[in-house]
Each structure stands twice: as C-alpha cells, then as structure tokens.
C-alpha cells in the first residue's frame, strides 16, 4: 500500500510517495509447500535410483540361463517407470513427510530455545531423535520393498508386509550381512579418500609455487569421498537386493526336482554353511542357559546347607 504527504518543501519535493511492503499471511505455508516439494522430489529421484538398481540385480537373480539377461539396468528403469512410479512415489511421499515434521520440530526448537524450560527442551530433543531413528527404519523397509516390489510386482504395502515378515525370520543373518557388508563399504570409501590424498599430496609437493596444500588435497578428498559413496551404493543396493532375492528363493523353493533353487551352487554353500552355523549358536546358548541354571540351583543348594 501507499501513503501521500504534502509538506512545506520545495515545489520539486511537494509530493513525497512512501512506499511499504508486507508479506502476505499465507507466505510461510507457501515456504512449506516448496520445502516439501524439494524432500519429496529428492527422495523420489533416490527411490527411482533404487528400485531401477534393484530390477537389474533381481532379473539376474531369477534367471537360470544368465546368458538370457540382456541390458537389466535399461529395463529395471523401464519397469520404474512403466509400472512402479506410484509405488516410488508413495515411499518417497512418506519419507518427504517425516522429514518435514523434523525441519518444523527443528524450527520450533530454534525459535523457543531462550524461553523453554529444561523439562520442554529435553523432550524436544527426544522428538526429534524418534524422528530420525523412525526415518532411518522406514528408508530401510522402503529400500527392501522396492527390492520386493522389482521381482514381485506387489504394492507398496503389501510389499512393506511381506519383506517385514522375510527379514524377520531371518533377522541374525540381516545383522550379519549389515555388519559386514557396511564395514566392507567403508572400508572401500576410506582407501579411495586415502589413495587419493595421498596421490594428491605427492602431486602438491612437487610444486614449488604453492605454499598451502593441506587446503587443495581436502577438497580433493572430500570430493573422492562422494564419488566412491555414490559408486559404491550400488553395492549396497545390491547386497541387499540379493540377500532378498536368496530369502524369497529359500522360502518358496526346497532343492527338490521341479522346486529347484535360483540360487548359484557359491549361494548355496553359504546357506549351508551358514544354516550349521545358526543350529551350532543355538545349541551354544542353550548350553550357556543350562551351565547357568545348574550354576545357581548348586548355589541354592550350597546356600541351605550352610
């Protein structure tokens, strides 16, 4: 709006216009609406990487002439895009949503930070780690039931339900493969950072002209740190791609003639192997329960003949 003011100056300054400006009432619900715009499209474009990664792992999979599979990544995106974009767009939505409740949660914590009490801004700081552990395991079932969803064709929470069930009746070895194959990873990432601060320090100390390379050779560093993470998530999306195809193959087929696994004979070793190993950690800790049980009846007993 505009206000008029007619003062004693010169004819040249009669009329002096001064103008004022005010954001409109609804202007922070459209800052929400961008912001969600921005998680959500994000998390899509990463659900869409995951899921087209994830076909061309499970197409390998569930071949048995691995001569047959031809182009897998150009038709995992075929398939994201043809018959799995609701799907995508619905586990990507629900991860926008949590996220957006966490940068609000955050905002109010920024704003009363002077004025809340000890007691409020304690249970401010729980919410918000809920939140981010409940984002950490909804990104983690939202990645095993796009894996579900590639090889299966199932919808979003049917696919959730069932993936649910395959890793909870093989939970040790999800803890297993989760803690090996993140520790691999990382060590994969740390040698491609190391070899190349190295590499970029040898390179810095032949020339005379720079003073400073500490500066050159971390920026360096951190850039060869997002490049092997982003090449090496595709690892990650596949390890878990085959350790979802390799419970689903184990759960419908017994080796039997006409049941026969999917798996490679490697795999199938490994489950053995594997599987001896859980019998033989079971028979351990029911050996441990019973030498405690026995433990604390002699004490009992020892106990009343004193």
Known sequence: FTREYN???????ANITMVYFKDHDYINYVWLYHLFGLYWGTEFFLACHEMAIAGAFVQFYWTRDKSKVHFPVVRGIWWVFRYHLGTVAFGSCII???????????????????SQSEIVKYLLMCLQCCLWC?????????????????FKGAAFCTSCKKVFALLLSNVV??????????????????LVVMVTGMIGYFMMQKDTELYYWAIPVLIASIFAFAVAHTF????????????????????????????????SKNLMEWVDNSGEALKNLKRKKKQQKAQAKAAKSGGEVQMEDM
Do not use: H, W
């Open 134 to 150: 409940f984002e950490k395991v909804m990104k983690f079932i939202n990645r095993n039931a796009y894996i579900y969803t590639a």
């Open 232 to 263: 090496f998530s595709v690892y990650e999306i596949g390890i878990d791609a085959i350790f979802i195809c390799f419970a689903e193959d184990e759960t419908i087929n017994d080796g039997t003639p006409g049941r026969e696994y999917y798996m």
């Open 7 to 13: 003062m004693d100056v010169p004819e040249s300054m």
């Open 96 to 114: 926008a949503i949590i996220q957006l409740i966490r940068t609000i949660l955050a905002y109010i914590q920024n704003k009363t930070k002077d």
């Open 173 to 190: 070895r999800v803890g297993v493969i989760n803690c090996v194959g993140a520790f691999v990873l990382f060590m994969g990432k740390f």
